[in-house]
């Protein structure tokens, strides 16, 4: 009964990812895209104009990665005028923060926009309450990976716990749809202050898809302030770790 | 007997006058009939009001024939007589008749259950709402009513959990759902733009995302007639198996979590992550999202891809085998899992129960072999794995054999691949989101992803748009048999008995 076992171990191997702030992703990852003006905006028009949630405009020339799914289409159409890299560092403390325009080689992160009372009270410990209000489990899949044997985002205290009255703060996926509206308030309303607010996926910080759903209610997010916006289509686990360590304080960006 | 329209998985969309009108008398008996026969089951019955009418749509498949039997009726958009329930002769009418009541206030007569299905926004009646669901309770001072959700403690999506109890047993339990409601089918039919509801379609259920995309991508396809290389058809089964990998090995993981078995959790995350991160190398999402789109991809395969595929998927089925062999090896394990949460095939039958549940109640339904599309319909004849326990223990040992199946369907796609399109350019060109569509038709895409039968039917208007669009994950089939694996079962077993189905929230809500 020990030598399966052993097998597997032997197999198995190191798994954990030795630094978590040097990890580089695939080529083929889409991650923070630039964007290059040209005198010819037709490409960019017709780009724009098939842009599945309106996240891309041509005039002025913007992509809101609040509002992006990542399906690379853009690119495709307009390749001299956008083009997405891996760079996985696309989460931003403030909603405006993830408009991309022309130029930007980087997703902004001023330290100064995020709440001192956060590093202070949550840099050695976070436990999070992740409420999926209409998201489609690849969010919630994602967050339930960052915990896991890879990233084990647990090696520096910061983790997914059962109950909000456990927890410091709240992370919701999906667009929240009026029948979790209710439910997402009373868990965040459990929670002790101080307490921080987390967007995670495209469709938590805009709607998405559904922004214009009638089976979805937003009032929440227009009621509470969000520290942390982190788009993706799912968000992937780095997008998620490499937001969380930059608002405590523990990563510099640019 | 009444009229249908026949046709099969491949076959292209049908035109709606072709679609015969038969009166629900006839409809009634003869799917009372039909669905007493295990080789029939209800694919998807819809309700879509048109020109002052409300026409009833039902697609019914047969198992032995390979046939899909598409059959309408219709009655006066404001006739409130209610009709004789099927769901009272066939419990796998259920869900569908608790859909077509919600949404348009139609009347069954003496249909058991009648309750809320999702909850949607456009409900039929505004005063029933996720507050006043009608729970079932039984009295008695040596009872006691537990309550799960809609927020569960896990990271996953929310639904609500009423068991009854006698001690640590489950008398019974009952599952309320809708709260994931986000107007999917509605989004679907508001907008002209194909790349949108192509997106729409792979956020159906995001675990499930290259099925659901595939399902609908199949049915738009129909409805434009135009002819595909075979190698897009390789690609979309490479993407399907590589999905239904990765989540089998999730919950086998999530599996061995529950009950603390550490070394196979650990090591099906890490093989997990090598399969997602499998299929975000080549197509650059770790679901698989912007793989599966109309009559092209965007993502060809290239030799080092294919390579690359090759030798992670090989790598990842001869790890698994080892988790597996373990699993069989432990008796702490077997203890937990074995005749735990059985659903028998009885039960199955009558409540209409699809995918990997149903085959591991010894129901063999699976549509790669029923219904095939695609390369299932050419290059592999698949061949379903069947267990007949149809405990935790026989859905867990599903996932294992299906992981090493699909792995081995992989390595044999990719063979052709190589042999033809090593030296001459993949024929696979860019997507196509104008083509027009058949007008005043009716297009559907079955697909067995890795949960089951997965379901788009389209409907398009005169001008050829998408007029409606009706949605069926596997889920909507198979709550009801983890409601009935409860039965009799400690409360503890729950969540292995959950996880050995792990069924869809959102693919259910829509």
């Given at each position: 009964m020990i030598f399966p076992k052993l097998k597997v171990l032997h197999s198995h191997g190191q798994q954990a990812i030795p630094d978590l702030d040097a990890v580089t992703l695939t080529e083929r990852f889409r991650g923070r895209p630039e964007l290059t003006e040209t005198a010819d905006t037709a490409d960019l028009e017709a780009a724009a104009a098939l842009c599945p949630t309106g996240a891309l405009a041509a005039q002025p020339f913007t992509l809101d990665l609040g509002r992006c799914l990542f399906c690379g289409e853009c690119a495709l159409r307009a390749p001299r005028n956008i083009r997405f890299t891996n760079d996985y560092r696309i989460g931003s403390p403030t909603r405006e923060g993830l408009v991309m325009r022309p130029g930007m080689a980087v997703v902004p992160f001023d330290p100064a926009t995020a709440r001192p009372e956060l590093a202070r009270c949550f840099g050695q410990s976070l436990h999070l309450r992740e409420v999926s209000?209409?998201?489609?489990?690849s969010v919630e899949m994602e967050l339930g990976a960052t915990g896991n044997v890879n990233f084990d985002f647990g090696r520096f205290g910061v983790g997914f716990t059962a109950s909000p009255r456990h927890a410091d703060g709240v992370v919701v996926s999906g667009p929240v749809t009026a029948n979790m509206a209710e439910a997402l308030r009373i868990c965040y309303d459990a929670v002790a202050e101080p307490k921080l607010l987390i967007a995670c996926g495209t469709e938590a910080c805009s709607g998405g898809l559904f922004a214009e759903s009638r089976a979805v209610d937003r009032t929440f997010f227009a009621t509470h302030k969000v520290d942390l916006w982190l788009p993706g289509a799912p968000t992937h686990p780095m997008v998620f770790i490499d937001g969380i360590r930059t608002l405590l304080g523990k990563k510099r960006r640019g | 007997m009444i009229r249908y329209y026949t046709t099969d998985n491949t076959a292209a969309a049908i035109p709606l006058r072709d679609i015969p009108e038969v009166s629900y008398a006839d409809f009634y008996d003869d799917l009372c009939t039909k669905l007493a026969e295990p080789r029939y089951h209800l694919a998807h019955y819809f309700v879509l009001p048109e020109e002052g009418r409300m026409r009833f749509y039902a697609l019914l498949l047969d198992d032995e024939t390979s046939q899909v039997l598409v059959t309408s009726f219709a009655t006066d958009y404001y006739d409130d007589t209610a009709l004789p329930s099927l769901t009272a002769r066939h419990p796998q009418v259920h869900p569908f008749e608790r859909d077509i009541a919600e949404r348009y206030g139609i009347r069954f007569d003496g249909m058991p259950w009648a309750k809320p299905l999702r909850f949607p926004f456009d409900r039929y009646d505004r005063a029933s709402s996720m507050d006043n669901y009608p729970f079932y309770t039984i009295e008695g001072s040596e009872l006691h009513e537990v309550n799960v959700g809609p927020i569960h403690a896990g990271i996953i999506e929310p639904g609500a959990f009423r068991f009854i109890c006698s001690g640590e047993q489950v008398l019974h339990l009952e599952i309320a759902l809708g709260y994931q409601h986000r107007g999917v089918e509605h989004a679907f039919e508001t907008t002209a733009n194909r790349l949108r509801q192509c997106c729409l379609a792979e956020t159906v259920a995001g675990d499930s995302a290259v099925a659901h995309a595939t399902a609908f991508v199949e049915a738009v396809e129909k409805l434009t007639g135009h002819e595909r290389p075979a190698q897009l058809d390789r690609e979309r089964a490479i993407a399907l198996e590589l999905e239904r990998m990765a989540m089998q090995i999730a919950d086998t993981g999530a599996l061995a979590g529950d009950v603390s078995y550490q070394l196979g959790q650990v090591a099906c995350e890490a093989l997990r992550t090598m399969t997602i991160n499998t299929t975000q190398a080549w197509c650059g999402n770790r679901f698989g999202k912007g793989l599966v789109r109309p009559h092209g991809t965007n993502h060809p395969l290239d030799v080092e891809t294919s390579a690359m595929i090759r030798h992670n998927v090989a790598e990842i089925a001869r790890r698994y085998d080892e988790v597996r062999h373990d699993i069989k090896s432990s008796p702490t394990l077997l203890a937990r899992f074995e005749q735990c949460g059985v659903v028998t095939r009885d039960q199955m039958t009558v409540l209409g129960g699809v995918g990997q549940a149903a085959r591991a109640s010894g129901l063999p339904r699976d549509l790669r072999t029923s219904?095939?599309?695609g390369v299932y319909a050419k290059h592999i004849r698949h061949e379903s794995i069947v267990k007949t326990q149809g405990d935790v223990m026989a859905r867990l040992m599903m996932r294992c054999r299906e992981v090493l199946q699909s792995a081995d369907y992989i390595d044999r796609l990719l063979t052709i691949y190589q042999q033809k399109y090593t030296d001459t350019p993949n024929p696979c060109t860019a997507p196509d989101y104008t083509a027009p569509l058949a007008a005043s038709s009716l297009s559907f895409g079955l697909v067995e992803g890795w949960r089951g039968e997965t379901c788009h039917v389209l409907v398009t208007d005169a001008t050829g748009e998408i007029a409606a669009c009706r949605i069926k994950d596997a889920s909507l089939h198979n709550w009801t048999a983890l409601a009935l694996a409860?039965?009799?079962?400690?409360?503890?077993d729950f969540p292995i008995c959950n996880k050995s189905f792990n069924l869809s929230y959102c693919g259910h809500d829509l």
């Open positions: 209000a209409g998201g489609d489990a | 219904h095939p599309w409860l039965r009799g079962e400690g409360i503890s």
